[in-house]
């Protein structure tokens, strides 16, 4: 079936470094995939997408591309901030489906 | 927009008590979905609907569970008996028809503690 794998947490970085989460994904035809964020204490939202091979979702500063040659989707931030400490899920959703299958999430903290 | 509603945030409640969760979904959309959240099992798809009917709750882990969607505008989950076991935050989402790719929007969760 179709799955999410992503990195383990948790992630402690200091403000201004990089941010990299790895996320792989199992899926058969031609899935979109997603990132979401939670903030502590609020529900998911949605950082960022692609529907497509090469795609590249970006927002906030986060950037993720779609590579289906090595089914990966890796989130990455050149420089986080405080303000960046969240879970993190990858997900993934197959094309006219509405479902989404989610990674475990990862943990990330910003330290100042 | 109000974004999407669910109350209450918190519950807590006794063993073989019933608990009913509410949610509001965004007006017009058109899917509502329910997840359970544990750190064990992570995110989990309970049930969804689609204009109020529901369409697949292959996830809703056994009988105790039943979710209704009586109009576009309003969805219970319902556990009953409650279980330690069903301590979790649920999380109820809502979607548009036809946006690509289908965004889903989801509500600030209820945490349900059974004792």
């Known amino acids: 079936g179709d799955s999410v794998t992503q990195m383990e947490g948790p992630v402690t970085l200091s403000e201004e470094a990089f941010l990299t989460i790895n996320c792989t994904y199992t899926?058969?035809?031609?899935?979109?995939l997603f990132w979401y964020v939670q903030y502590p204490g609020e529900g998911l939202q949605l950082l960022l997408k692609a529907t497509k091979a090469d795609d590249k979702g970006s927002n906030k500063g986060f950037e993720a591309t779609y590579r289906k040659e090595t089914t990966s989707f890796h989130l990455e931030k050149g420089s986080v901030q405080v303000s960046d400490s969240a879970v993190y899920f990858c997900a993934l959703r197959k094309a006219n489906d509405y479902k989404l299958s989610f990674g475990a999430g990862t943990t990330v903290t910003v330290r100042a | 927009d109000a974004g999407v509603i669910q109350s209450p945030r918190h519950e807590v409640t006794e063993m073989g008590q019933e608990v009913t969760l509410r949610c509001k979904p965004i007006?017009?959309?058109?899917?509502l979905f329910w997840y359970r959240q544990t750190m064990m099992r992570g995110l989990e798809l309970l049930i969804y609907f689609n204009n109020n009917v529901p369409i697949d709750d292959s996830g809703m882990p056994e009988d105790r569970f039943s979710a209704k969607m009586p109009n576009a505008s309003f969805s219970t989950l319902k556990i009953q008996p409650s279980e330690p076991r069903d301590s979790a935050v649920y999380f109820c989402?809502?979607?548009?028809?036809?946006?690509?790719?289908?965004?889903?929007?989801f509500g600030p969760g209820t945490r349900l503690t059974v004792t």
């Open positions: 007006s017009g959309h058109d899917y």
């Open positions: 989402a809502s979607s548009l028809d036809g946006a690509i790719p289908r965004e889903q929007y």
């Open positions: 899926a058969t035809g031609y899935p979109s």
